[in-house]
Nanobody
């Protein structure tokens, strides 16, 4: 089992930046560097959108098309933390952002998988 807690949301004006962080706690000594970690977002009435994913072992990452070039996902294995640096924010980035984790299992690919463990979400609001 993996417990995920995200923090760092807030309000910012268009063009501004925010940094989200997520700490994953694994049970039974499961290694943090054997996880896929991801950031997702959702607004009311819309489907959940995959923002970015990263393999904590290989550090290979993926980005959703709408954030590519503006957002950066990174991992700090020592702190069991995954960060999402969000730059050049616009109003369409307003959403509840969720951090998620999934055990690698037999595949190192993180981009298209379903994630099993989810945080409670943190709100990001971008105003014009």
């Amino acid at each position: 089992m993996v417990q995920v807690v995200e923090f760092g949301g807030g309000s910012v004006q268009t063009g501004g930046s925010l940094r989200l962080s997520c700490i994953a706690s694994t049970g039974s000594g499961y290694p943090f560097n054997q996880l896929c970690m991801g950031w997702f977002r959702q607004t009311p009435g819309k489907e959940r959108e995959r923002v970015a994913t990263i393999n904590t072992e290989t550090r290979k990452y993926t980005y959703g098309a709408s954030v590519r070039g503006r957002f950066t996902i990174s991992v700090d294995n020592a702190k069991r933390m995954v960060n999402l640096q969000m730059n050049n924010l616009n109003t369409e980035d307003t959403a509840t952002y969720y951090c998620a984790a999934d055990m690698l299992g037999g595949s190192s690919l993180c981009g298209g998988r379903d994630f099993e463990y989810w945080g409670q979400g943190t709100q990001v609001a971008v105003s014009s």
